[in-house]
């Protein structure tokens, strides 16, 4: 019985590890985004100073 709860659970598991992997992949997506954003607008800011 423990081992039939186990293999029908386990590939839950699994899409929920690929979830979270593909979650994170997302989140770092937008972190790097907004990097680049700000990088744009100090690069602007600093040649509306010059």
Same mark, same amino acid.
């Given at each position: 019985?423990? /081992?039939?709860?186990? #293999?029908?659970? =386990?590939?839950?598991?699994?899409?929920?590890? &690929?979830? /979270?992997?593909?979650? #994170?992949?997302? =989140?770092?997506?937008?972190?790097?985004?907004? &990097?680049?954003?700000?990088?744009?607008?100090?690069?602007?800011?600093?040649?509306?100073?010059?």
């Amino acid at each position: 019985m423990g /081992a039939e709860i186990v #293999r029908l659970l =386990q590939p839950l598991g699994v899409e929920a590890a &690929i979830q /979270a992997i593909t979650q #994170r992949e997302h =989140q770092s997506g937008e972190k790097k985004r907004q &990097i680049e954003l700000a990088l744009e607008q100090a690069r602007y800011e600093a040649t509306r100073v010059r």
